[in-house]
Structures are given as C-alpha cells and as structure tokens.
C-alpha cells in the first residue's frame, strides 16, 4: 500500500545546502523531536514544533554560510551534540545552543561534508579527507577528485577508523590511518550516502543516492567494496541527499533529487541488498537538499524536508490521527491569520522600499543602484560518452528566463517544461547561437545540455558559453554565468597514475621552453575539462575518455611537460593546442613527439568489442524501422502458433523504441577515420593514401574487423614497404 | 503548486492503432454510445461494449471481442456522427476520404449517400446552421466549406483562404442562429453566417482545434502550442506549450486540453494547471461521452496505442466524505504553504533592497553589479527602407550599455517567439538597432527586454516595455509630391464619412512620423502614398471629395485588409467594393 502523506509547512530560513538539516533524538520525557538547520547566512537555529507553529529554542547570528550540520555519531554519551560547518570552521553546540567548541581548521576550501564518530572529525573539503582526533589533525588524504561524502567506521577492538569516501569520478573508497585500503568505480556516480541505522557502526554499509537518480547499496565483504544498484534512476534528476524515514511499517530510505521530487523506499532489514518498495512520491517543485525522518508536529513519525531556497516542511501521513495530539482548526486558524497579517506588514514594508528605490531612480542626482547578486549555483558536468555536457542552474528564486550566447554553433537541449527558441545569428554568416529559455511558473532549476557541433584539431581555445539569467520578480536584474566548454571534454574521468603502467600503445609528446607550472595549469583548463590539480613544482595526474576510454597522462614543471595518451587525436590537439599557447605568448618552445607505429591498430582493439556491439545496435536499429513501418499488428506476432516474423526479427521487434534510437556507431566510425588521417598529419613514414582510406571506410562500414586492423597496422605495413624496397 | 494526479473510473484497451484526430462516439442504435475510429489507412474500428454485435460490412476484430473493423479501399481523413436522417434517432456515421464523403447507416448496414468532393476532405461536423431545419453536412477542405444535407444534396458552399483545420457551429453573435468558425491554416479564425463572413480573428499559428465552451465561449489551440480562450470575439486568456494540442474540451467547470504527447491537463478559468495525468503513449483524441451510461458526460481520452480512459467531471472538493473540520483544516494548510511562498518572495525582494542601501553606503562605482539609478531606456521604431524593414532602436541615456535584447513576438519571426541580439564586446553601445518584419499586416505585441549595465557587469539591470506595432506598420509613407508610378489595379468604393476621421484611422494603423493632420477644417479631401517595405511596392489611396474612396495598388490581399480595417473601424456593416486587378502572367 502507498503512503498519503500530506505537506505541511514549518517555516522558512536562508538557502541551505546538502545535509544542513538534523534532527535530534528524543529525550526520556518527551517524543516530540527538536530539529537544527543551518543556512547560507550563517544562522543555526533549533526548532521544535507546537502545534503546526515552529518554536525556536536558539538561534546563532549570521556568519559564513553553514555547509553542513551533523550530530555526534552514537558513541558515548554526547549524542546531542550539533556539529556546524562553515568555511573551514567547525563549531560544536549544545543542544542549548551553546558552543562547546570551536576550532579553525588547516583545510584550504569550503568543508562540504563532515562525519563525527565519537572524538574523531572527519572533514571533506575539495579533494582531501581530513581526519582530526580529539581536534588535532591526524592526517589528510588527497584524492583523485572533489570528495562528495564521507562515512567512517570503527574497527572493533581497534581504536582506528576505516573512513568510507564517495569522490566525483564515481569511485568509492576506504581510507584507514591515512592509506588507501580498497576502492571501486560505481557507474551510477554516487552524490551522497547514509547508514542503515539498525547496523553496528563497525560493519560497513551504507545506501547511496546517484547522479543518474539511482539508489543503490556500498557493502563490504571480505575487505572488498562492491556495490548494487537496487533502483533505476527512472528519468528523475540527480539525488542531492538522503536519510531515513521509520514508521510502524518499517524503515525507508528517503531521496531527495535535484528535480525537486522526493520519495520513500522501504528497505528490508534482514537483507538489505534486497530492492526497496517505492512506498511515495512528491514533487516539491524545487531542489531537496535534506530528507529527515522523526516525531515533529504529533508524536507519529513524518518526513522533514528542507529545500535549497530554504522552505522546510514536513509530508506526514493525512488519515485522521489518533486524536490526543492533532490540532485543533482553531490553533491552525490562529497560524494562518499570523502568517497573513506578517506577510501583510511584509507587503506593506516592500512597497515602502520599492518606492524609495524607484525614487532613487527617478530623481537627477545620480545615485547607484546596486542589487546583490542572484543567489545562482551552477554547475557543468564532463562530456558524457555521447558529448553532451549538462549545465546544472539552480536558483532560489523563481526564474522567468535564460538566454543562452556562444560563438560557436551549439546544439543544446533544456528541460521538457521550459520553451527553447534559438534565432538565428546576428549576421548572415556568422556561426553563433543565441537562444531564448522561456520557463514555466515557478521554476527554480534547470538543466542545459549542450554539445559542440565541429570539432577541429585546430581550435585553439574552448568554447565560452554565457547564459543570462532572468528572475520572474523584482527588483529586474539578471545575472551573467560563464561556463567554459574545453577542446577535449570526454577526459573527465580521474585515473590513478599507475594506469601508466598498462599495457598500451603510447603517444608521447615533451615540450620545453620558457614557461611556468602556472602557465601550463591555465593552458590545460582551456583543454580538458573539470578541476586540475593546483600548480605545485611537480605535477602529475592521468584522466581517462568517457566513451573511448584511452588514457591521458600528464606531467609537468617549470620548463618541461611531458604528456602521454594512447589516442592518437588527444595528442595531436594537445600538440598543436601547446604549441599554438607557446607562440601566442611569445615563448620559444621544443616540442618532440613519438608514434609508435602500432598505436591505431593497438588502440582499435581496445574499442573492438565496443565497435561491433554499436554496429550490431544500429542494424538492429535499422531493421527496426523497416518493421515498425510495415504496421504490423502486435496480436498477431505474439500469437506463437503461426510466427509471422523469425526468431530474430521478433527480438529486434520487441526491443523498445527508447533504447535503440541512439548508437554511437558514427561517432566510432569517425573517431576511427580521424585516427588514420591523423596518424599521417604526425608521423614522418607514410604517405596518406586516398584509396586506402576509402577502402577503411567501407571496411568500417560493413565491421570487416580485419580488414580495419590490416589498414591500422602501420607497424605491420612499414615493414612490407621496407621488404619491398 | 503541485497538481495532483487523477484516477480514471474505467479503462480499456482497443488492442488497435488509432490514428490521432480520426476519433468520435456515436449511438448508432440510439441508445449505445459507440467508440469509432481509425485504425491505419482505411481500417475503420466501432467498440460496442453493451453488445449488439454488428453485421453487414463489419467483421469482428480478431485482436479484440468487442470490437468491429470495417475496411474501406479509401484512406479514412475524418469521421463525424450524427443524427442526419430525419424522424430517426440513430447516429449515421459520415467518413470522409480524400476526394469523397460516404454516409453510412452502421446500424442497418446502408449507405446514405455518396458525394465527390473536388476540394478533398480535412474536417467533417454534422449540426444545426443558420436558418437551415435540417442537421446539415458541412466538409472543410483544402480552400473551401461545402454544406450537404442527408442525402448529399449540396445546400451552400463558400471559399476559405486557406486549408481547414478545424470547425465548429457556435452562436458566435447571440441571435439564435448558429454561425460557423472556421480554423484556418492561415492563422485565422473566421466566422461564417448566412454564407458570408462576418469576423476574422487573426491569431498566430494554424488553427488546428476549436472547441465550445458556453453560449459566449469558445477554445481554441494552435499549431504552435498555444491555447486559449475566447468570449464575444475577445480573448480572456492565452498560454503556451512545447506540445501540440490534440483537443480541448469543457468537463465540470474545467477546460480539459489534451496533448500530442498524451498528458491530459484540467484548467481553471485563468488558465491555471489544477490537475493533470499522462497517458502511456501519445494521445490520439479525447471526447465527451456518456460512456459509462450514468447520465454524465465522461472525458474519453485515447492514446493512439489504443488504450482508453474516461475520467469525470472534476469536483472542487474530492473528499465530501471527509469531515468538515478536517476540510478546513486542509485548507488553512494550504493558505500557510501559499503564504509562506508569498513571504518568501517578500523577504528576498527586501533583502535586495537592503543590500541595495548597503552597496550604495559603499559607494562603489561602477562595479559588476551597479547601474546609475537615473537610467532610462528609450525605444523608437523607424522603417529601413534599405533593409526593408522596420529598426527598433533601443537606448540608454547615459553612459551605459544595452548589453541584450530579446524581444519577443508571437508570429513575427521565422523560427521561434523570440528574436536576441547580443552585440560583439567591441561593439558595445548605449544604442542597439534591433530588425522588424513582421511578415503579416496584423497588429503586433512586441515586448522587448533589455539587459542594461557596464560591458565588464556581472549582473544587468532588467528594463521591460510592450510596444504595440499597427496593423499596416511595414508601409512607409510617402511625400507626395512624388510622381506615381502607374498602377491598373485598384479598388474603388463609396463611403460618407468626414476626411477628420479617416485620418485618425491612418493615424492609428500606419506608422507615421508625424501624425496627418488636414491643412484646415474645410478640407474635404485626402490623398497619400505608401511604399511597402517588404517588396518596395507602392500603394495609394485617396478619399475624394465626393466620398469615393479609391486604394491603388497591386497586392490584392492588402486592398482587402484596408477596406476590412476601414469597414470595422467606421463601423460599416455592408460596402460596396468594386475591385479592379489586372495581372500579368509569365
């Protein structure tokens, strides 16, 4: 049976982030749960609930924005004690509000997320785990990428932590005393996690929530890390937090998604691993940026939520209660009277202000106006495997439009809901996209795709894309966000250095000259996409192609880089990119670049299996479509006396029309063609051939594997050629 | 707000395609409502759930017990119902193929009639029209309405400048006769009485979908998402969709609009969401029925996989069973929840103001964020002749920048609402020219928003303002002192009206620098000349002293436009128009 559970509205605060929203265990005397919520202002404040109407028990002054809010973790006898992070401060109250401690750590960026497990603090900011005991810093792990979340675990018998960590290029891992232990890559890309509470804080497990709006489970088993997806995304957006929900039918996970929908799955505690019931879904209209269970406003159990522009509100059950603690009409009438006669003084006080501003605008002296800035966080993915990179807005105010500009010719994609309009560009012959968004009432989120039409070996810069923003209120302003979509968007996944070690085919190319770490940092921004490492005398990182998946390597110091890729493409733009950098700032440059001979061919079996299963996709694609308009009538196929169609037709036929409208066939085929054309452009033997790439074109066509292998081989044909000679 | 979901009171599955629009529901017995649609090219499918198997032409469906295929050797366009025959209640069913119209009795398995139609077949509706007694016929076709009684005899036909998309009978002036709407491919809708038209709605996409809502109203949807409503000839409200609309329809006090893409959503007076559902697949049709023989007409929606839900009218309060206390209680959680949006949106603009003081205090010139508060934002509309078009220029008057504008207009560009300019950073200007053709001579709504700030800003101030273009804005006036080139083709007619106020009509529906005004009172006559900005041509017109009225130029349809538009604005109600156009053939 599914749930009915109805929205009812607490209060408001500033914009919150992530995970800002506790609530605190009952005490002997009473059910009825206190909750803490920290804001982007910098206000803590706990609240309880009386009758519908939030009571606040303290509320700290503004400072730097809350970034995190977590109570102590059940060790010992402090478990209401509230952590808040801002900045790179970790302040600790009491459940009076008082502040018990106070420390300043030694991280350089904002701390995201944190988990306290007794008298250890685990903080994540940026790429490293921090891990603090009794507040002195033990020590801090970097990784490959922005740790999204961090869960740790005691060992028994031990006084050491295992610490599990999500990080951005959807790897998890386990950290212990500042080593990494164990990792695995989870497809999904995990955002955030939390434990089953009926668990020991020793055994590690724990429920995560994904980019692609899956959920899925992180357990060990025998000092290994797997994990399993137990529900499909299903087109909802990304999950931005969880928690868990126990009512008497048993405990749920509870999901909250970027797309503003919120749901409960009912977990099985005798088998975890087991998939959750979908037991409801809401639709709040904007992000969810925490999902609490416990006793707020009656003593049965409801799910609080807070949302990114700061509602908070609870969706418990609307069936007639158990009459002792629902409320009476009349408290509620009272409430809504309140309300209205503040949102009225409200009213009245803007308008007071709106009119001295528009005073201000009318009268000769020239004041200035200056609004602050919307309130807009934003946030590009990397290529995925088909080249869309996805724009992520998030607004705390209702938006009414975005217009989107870039120079180059774009195609993008939005959101269903809103009206995309592109016009065309300024100037006949000019390339450029200038788009319209027009968006439905009440939108505060949106997501843009865009992907770049034409790739060049040649280009020598990223594509800079510029979208307006337009507000739907007042006062009329809108905000300019720039984002950067760099020459090689696809190597966005993080790699460990030692892939290096893999047996491939290498493209080497060294450059010298006259140029600084700094120099070669901001070079490469315009290159791949995502955070690069901060310039230190030495740097090294490797990242990997989203849908190709050859590796890049990259190494370099004051006067020296050395950059390593088993595609031949990647090395080519980096060269030129490289090179083109060196001119235009006038620095005399050495640049020496190795082939090796079998690279192609080495690096076209690698996507071999890829290759053929996209060739097949797509025939089956293409018989499809000859199907689908024959007009046949289903009836008829799925009677199994008489098969209209063969075994294999009926398979093709059943296939669904989502699946296999995309193959990424072409891309492979061109991905391929360009490497033979591009392995003439760098090495010295060899002369391009037309009729030969003719002859790999068909072969590629009509998946003659050999045939494309025979031509790849340069090794194999160099010496022929010499034999011949 | 949140729209919550609905759940049908029965569904079923035909087990067939249905082809989108080529549905209705008929009684062919008189009594049971019968589902009838299209099933592929010329495969016709009748649900009878209450029995009464049909024979003759029909053969049962092997794909479903209750369902009958007949197959014709024609594709099937259109299919309409109705009671045609005389003293018969029973529902003939009208199919409508590319050249021909058969009415076929389903119940007694005859033919009606049979009848060519030259001008192909788009819509087909069955009513009462005019001073007519009989239920008539009426087919809209490629340029044409054609009117046929029971027996196919043709009663009336009239031309259509254009494909019909879509028809209603409605007593569009309240005098007890029916008028007939037309939704015409050419954006508009006309009104068709006593075999002449008497209104023209110019709207912005093709009409594909008009529906009746009360003696007053009716609904429209548009080829480009649009829909909307209209009571006396006066639009109460539009909105817009990405989708296309398959049908709209009047359930309980709600207007029901269906989507291609098969979601269903019920709106209020206003045009707000209060509930929706999705169909599983793209939607084919959505009718009114009693389905469900319960007195009431249900809303059958049809997905075009064949699947069908009927949904009632919907209740304000849903829970009648719900004690009244908890009623309103539900309902002052709703008022905090609206209330709480509504102080939000207070806190933020107040905070902005706050903030704005304290910036000020700051004094900071020139930042990312900062504007001069005297700003102000001029826009002026000139016609191009060069560029055969019309020049929106767009200002500020101070030192800065009009860094975007969008306008947008409905029908007026080529692809999409919006038209953007976004100059180069070099060329960043407190003066920005923004190019105009609208491509009709209808009167335009452009509303242009400005982004105004510094070229290095940040965030830029918002200036919005509507500009109302005229009808015949793309017609640059001439000095008339200018020799005219010698035009055959003009229109001629008489009308007895002081020169006075045919220059305020010019006034108002040209874009003129300056205002005509007539030398003195005494002036009885009046003679100007426009050029056409879109292909140079040139037009005419003098008012003579005797009240002959003569337009001269060569584009038939804009003679046309300027005597409705004159007609409607001196209020003439039947004129005599004598055309003269010669054409020269290639």
């Known amino acids: ?725 | 707000m949140q729209a919550p979901n609905l759940q049908p009171v029965f569904k079923l599955e035909l087990n067939h395609k249905v082809t989108p629009g080529v549905v209705t529901i008929a009684k062919y017995d008189g009594t049971h409502a019968c589902l009838t649609a299209s099933a592929g090219y010329d495969k016709i499918i009748i649900h009878h759930p209450h029995g009464g198997m049909i024979s003759g032409r029909a053969q049962r469906s092997l794909a479903h017990g209750e369902v009958s295929e007949l197959n014709l050797s024609q594709a099937v366009i259109a299919l309409a119902t109705g009671q045609i025959k005389p003293d018969c209640n029973r529902d003939m069913l009208l199919i409508g193929s590319p050249t021909q119209i058969l009415a076929y009795d389903v119940h007694d398995n005859s033919d009606l009639f049979f009848k060519e139609a030259p001008d192909c077949v788009n819509v087909i509706i069955v009513g009462y029209f005019g001073k007519y007694k009989d239920i008539l016929v009426i087919v809209g076709g490629n340029s044409s309405v054609l009117a046929l009684n029971w027996e196919g005899t043709e009663l009336f036909w009239n031309v259509v400048s254009g494909k019909v998309c879509s028809m209603i009978i409605f007593d569009f002036d309240k005098d007890g006769e029916n008028e007939l709407l037309i939704g015409c491919e050419d954006s508009y809708i006309r009104v068709l009485k006593n075999n002449q038209f008497i209104m023209e709605i110019a709207e912005t996409g093709p009409v594909i979908c008009l529906s009746q809502i009360s003696d007053v109203r009716f609904a429209y949807g548009l080829g480009n998402g649009t829909i909307g409503i209209y009571e006396e000839g006066i639009r109460l409200w539009r909105v817009k969709s990405k989708q296309n609309v398959v049908s709209l329809q009047w359930s309980g006090e709600n207007l029901a609009c269906c989507w291609a893409n098969g979601r269903v959503d019920w709106r209020d007076g206003t045009g707000r969401v209060q509930r929706r559902v999705q169909m599983r697949s793209n939607a084919a049709a959505m009718l009114l029925a009693d389905y469900r023989t319960v007195g009431v007409p249900d809303l059958v929606c049809i997905s075009d996989r064949g699947e069908v839900l009927g949904y009632p009218p919907l209740q304000e309060n849903i829970g009648l069973n719900k004690s009244s206390k908890k009623m309103a209680s539900e309902e002052d959680r709703l008022a905090v929840t609206e209330l709480l949006n509504k102080k939000q949106a207070l806190l933020v603009e107040l905070q902005h103001y706050e903030a704005n003081v304290a910036s000020v205090n700051q004094d900071q010139e020139r930042s990312l964020i900062t504007m001069p508060t005297n700003t102000r934002l001029q826009v002026a509309v000139a016609p191009d002749s060069e560029e055969g078009s019309l020049q929106l220029a767009i200002s500020t008057n101070n030192e800065t920048i009009v860094r975007v504008v969008l306008i947008l207009a409905e029908g007026v560009f080529e692809s999409g609402e919006t038209l953007a300019r976004h100059p180069h950073v070099g060329q960043l200007k407190s003066l920005l020219f923004v190019p105009l053709q609208p491509p009709r001579d209808v009167p335009v709504d452009v509303h242009i928003k400005a982004l105004v700030g510094y070229p290095e800003s940040e965030q830029f101030h918002i200036f919005e303002l509507t500009k109302q273009l005229p009808r015949f804005s793309m017609y640059l006036m001439l000095n008339p002192s200018l020799v005219k080139t010698k035009i055959d083709s003009y229109v001629t007619f008489r009308i007895t009206e002081r020169v006075q106020r045919i220059c305020i009509w010019i006034n108002q529906n040209f874009l003129l620098d300056e205002e005509i005004e007539l030398e003195s009172e005494d002036t009885k006559e009046l003679h100007v000349s426009f050029i056409c900005l879109r292909d140079k041509s040139r037009l005419d017109m003098d008012f003579g002293v005797d009240g002959q009225v003569k337009f001269t130029t060569h584009d038939i349809s804009l003679a046309g436009e300027l005597v409705q538009s004159l007609a409607i604005y001196l209020n003439l109600s039947d004129l005599q128009v004598c055309y003269i156009f010669f054409y020269i053939l290639c």
Not at chain 1, 113 to 136: A, H, K, P, W
Not at chain 1, 668 to 690: A, P, Q
């Open chain 1, 1 to 725: 049976m599914d749930y009915e559970l109805a929205r009812i509205d607490y209060t408001l605060c500033g914009i919150t982030y992530p995970d800002a929203l506790r609530i605190l265990p009952s005490t002997e005397h009473k059910i009825q749960q206190k909750f803490v919520i920290g804001d982007k202002n910098g206000v803590l404040q706990c609240l309880s609930v009386i009758d519908e109407e939030p009571v606040v028990h303290f509320k700290t002054l503004p400072g730097k924005p809350i970034t995190s809010v977590q109570l102590a973790s059940s060790v010992g006898n402090n478990t209401d004690k509230i952590f808040a992070a801002s900045g790179n401060e970790v302040k600790g109250y009491t459940k009076k509000g008082k502040v018990f401690l106070s420390i300043e750590t030694s991280v350089s960026e904002t701390i995201t997320s944190m988990c306290v497990l007794g008298s250890d603090l685990i903080l994540c900011s940026g790429r490293t785990v921090t891990f603090y005991r009794e507040l002195q810093e033990q020590y801090c792990y970097v990784c490959d990428d922005r740790v999204l979340d961090a869960i740790a675990f005691a060992i028994p018998n031990k006084s050491r932590v295992r610490i599990l960590v999500l990080i951005a290029n959807k790897e998890a891992l386990i950290i212990e005393n500042g080593k990494l232990q164990n990792r695995t890559h989870i497809f999904a890309g995990p955002t955030r996690f939390t434990t089953p509470q009926s668990l020991h804080a020793t055994e590690i497990c724990a429920f995560y929530g994904a980019v692609d709006g899956s959920v899925g489970i992180i357990f060990c088993e025998e000092s290994e890390i797997h994990s399993k997806c137990l529900v499909e995304g299903c087109g909802l957006g990304s999950v931005t937090c969880v928690g868990w929900y126990t009512n008497n039918s048993g405990t749920h996970l509870a999901v909250g998604r970027h797309d503003g929908s919120i749901q409960l799955y009912l977990t099985n505690p005798e088998n975890l691993k087991e998939k959750p019931r979908l037991k409801f879904t809401y639709f709040s209209g904007e992000p969810v940026t925490s999902v609490c269970g416990g006793c707020i406003s009656t003593n049965e159990p409801e799910l609080l939520v807070a949302t990114f522009s700061g509602r908070i509100f609870g969706l418990r059950s609307s069936r007639p209660t158990s009459s002792i603690n629902s409320i009476s009409g009349d408290a509620l009438a009272t409430r809504r009277s309140k309300l209205e006669a503040e949102v009225t003084r409200l009213e009245k006080q803007t308008a007071n202000e709106r009119e001295k501003y528009q005073k201000t605008t009318r009268s000769i002296y020239g004041g200035i106006s200056a609004p602050p800035l919307l309130d807009i966080q934003h946030e590009l993915s990397g290529a995925t495997y088909d080249g869309w990179q996805e724009a992520k807005i998030t607004s705390a105010v209702p938006l009414d439009m975005l217009f989107v500009y870039c120079e180059n010719k774009l195609e993008i994609q939005t959101d269903n809901a809103a009206v995309l309009s592109t016009c065309a560009p300024q100037a006949s012959n000019n390339t450029e996209l200038l788009t319209t968004i027009r968006c439905q009432a009440g939108t505060r989120r949106l997501w843009l795709r865009m992907r770049n039409l034409s790739f060049e070996d040649t280009k020598m810069e990223g594509t800079r894309v510029l979208v307006y923003i337009l507000p739907a209120g007042v006062p009329r302003v809108a905000r300019l966000i720039k984002f950067h979509l760099p020459i090689l968007p696809h190597y966005t996944k993080y790699e460990p250095l030692e892939i290096e070690e893999t047996k491939r085919s290498w493209c080497e190319v060294r450059v010298s000259g006259a140029f600084s770490v700094a120099e070669m940092t901001s070079w490469l921004t315009e290159l791949l996409p995502g955070e690069l490492p901060r310039p230190a005398i030495n740097v090294n990182f490797a990242r990997s192609h989203s849908f190709l998946e050859t590796y890049l390597i990259c190494k370099y110091q004051r006067g020296s880089a050395f950059f390593k890729s088993d595609n031949i493409s990647t090395v080519l733009i980096l060269k030129n990119f490289i090179s083109n950098c060196c001119i235009k700032r006038n620095i005399r440059e050495d640049i020496l670049y190795d082939v090796p001979e079998d690279s192609c061919v080495t690096s076209f079996q690698l996507i071999k299996n890829k290759f053929v299963s996209e060739y097949r996709k797509k025939k089956d694609y293409d018989i499809k479509k000859a199907l689908s308009s024959l007009d046949l009538d289903a009836n008829t196929l799925n009677e199994a006396t008489a098969p209209v169609l063969c075994e294999d037709y009926l398979r093709i036929w059943k296939i669904s029309d989502d699946n296999t409208t995309e193959t990424n066939y072409d891309q492979l085929v061109e991905t391929i063609e360009k490497w033979y054309e591009n392995w003439f452009k760098l090495s010295l033997s060899g002369m391009y051939c037309s009729n030969e790439f003719i002859n790999l074109q068909n072969a590629l066509k009509n998946c003659q594997l050999d045939e494309v292998e025979k031509i790849l081989d340069f090794k194999h044909k160099s010496l022929h050629n010499n034999v011949n000679n």
